[in-house]
Structure formats: C-alpha cells, structure tokens
C-alpha cells in the first residue's frame, strides 16, 4: 500500500480553484513532485520542490505543504486539466521513491 | 530535446525473463539519475529502481529486489532493466524516468514499453 495517501477524485468548475492534496509522513522530510497523466500518455512533471514549474507548464499550477501534506493547487482550471494527477516523493525510511494513490481531476 | 525510447516488452511465462532498454538522447545522459517506474494498465503508478550517473548506487522497489537488476551503459546512452523470475503482477507499462538533478522526481518520461507475464 502507498504510503501518500490522496483523495480518489475531485471535481472542480472551468475557471474556478481546485486543490488536490497528498498525505505522507515522509512529506514532514521531503518535498513531493506532482504529475499530470492524461489517457494514453506517459506522466508530465507539473510541480516539483518547494514550488517550481518546469518550463512550459502554465502559472496556474502551484505547490504548497503543511505539516505531512503537500498540495497542489489549479487556480482558474481548464478543461485541458481534466487528467490523473499523482504525487510522488520519498518513503518514511527515505531509501526509495514512492508515489501517491492517485487522484482524477473532472472539469465541469 | 530530450528524447527517452523505450523498448524490449513482450509476453513472457511466469519465472521468464526479459530485459528492457531505453535510449537516451537531448541531455548529457552520464550526468543523471535513471530510474525505472511501472503502472499496471488504469492503476496507479509505482517506482521500480534507479541507478546513478556512474552506476555507484543502485535501489530497488522490495516488489522486485533480487529479481530486476538495472544497468546503464553510459557509452551508449543506453539504461537497462533485466528482469529475471517474472511474475503475472509484474505485468505493466514500463516507464524510463530521467531524474530531477537535486530534487525528488522525474522530469522526462520515456513513452512505456508493455511487458505482459501470462500463462
């Protein structure tokens, strides 16, 4: 079982916030990464480090973290954004990568 | 531009083997961490095993420890994954991950190569 927990799924208006968050004791040591898969392609990095876009990826993207949960927030979502987004960072004993459970993102 | 090519999936028995390659191209491939990441078709994703730059330090998910053993050839710009003693819940898309240099995290993908264990 992963040890991130997120939410399975989250609905969320066209141009209005959404906030997805993933939950992990590992999270109060490491920072998470964030990926955006939609059907039939591989994962794209969206967020990594304290709150770091990579090149191309739109400002509406945003990180954040609070004691053992990182978040990750789109502000004024699009209907592009409809996809599984998953979390990914260290496990508890910090030796291997684990990602989170995963969370599916609908548009209204 | 970065570019990750996997291939080498195919059907296998049980307790078969195969051995996955991903060519490399668009970034100093002896600079970075490798890593292996699989997903089961419409599940989740899950890490397999990372290797660094000069193959010092290699790790491996317990799912696969001493069964997958992973290898690069920094010549050839090649990462490997040789996967002995297969089991049916190692069927999944097979993923090659380049590593976010200082931070957790992938941040290119390969486009996956299926690799099915049935009988």
């Known amino acids: 079982s992963s040890e991130l927990i997120q939410d399975p799924a989250v609905s969320v208006a066209l141009g209005q916030t959404v906030r997805i968050t993933c939950q992990g004791d590992?999270?109060?040591?490491?920072?998470a990464s964030w990926y955006q898969q939609k059907p039939g392609q591989a994962p794209l990095l969206v967020i990594y480090?304290?709150?770091t876009r990579p090149s191309g990826i739109p400002d509406r993207f945003s990180g954040s973290y609070s004691g053992n949960t990182a978040s990750l927030t789109i502000t004024g979502a699009q209907a592009e954004d409809e996809a599984d987004y998953y979390c990914?960072?260290?496990?508890?004993?910090?030796?291997?990568?684990?990602f989170g459970t995963g969370t599916k993102v609908t548009v209204l | 531009e970065v570019q990750l090519v996997e291939s080498g999936g195919g059907a296998v028995w049980p307790g078969g083997s195969l051995r996955l390659s991903c060519a490399a191209s668009?970034?100093?491939?002896?600079?970075?961490?490798m890593h292996w990441v699989r997903q089961v078709p419409g599940k989740g994703l899950e890490w397999v095993s990372l290797i660094s730059w000069d193959s010092g330090n290699t790790d491996y998910a317990d799912s696969v420890k001493g069964r997958f053993t992973i290898s690069r050839d920094n010549r050839k710009n090649t990462l490997y994954l040789q996967m002995d003693r297969l089991r049916t819940g190692d069927t999944a898309l097979y993923y090659c991950t380049k590593d976010i240099d200082g931070w957790y995290g992938f941040d290119y993908w390969g486009q996956g190569t299926l690799v099915t264990v049935s009988s």
């Open positions: 590992s999270l109060r040591s490491y920072y």
């Open positions: 990914n960072s260290r496990d508890s004993s910090g030796r291997h990568y684990v």
């Open positions: 480090g304290k709150n």
């Open positions: 668009g970034f100093t491939f002896g600079d970075f961490t």
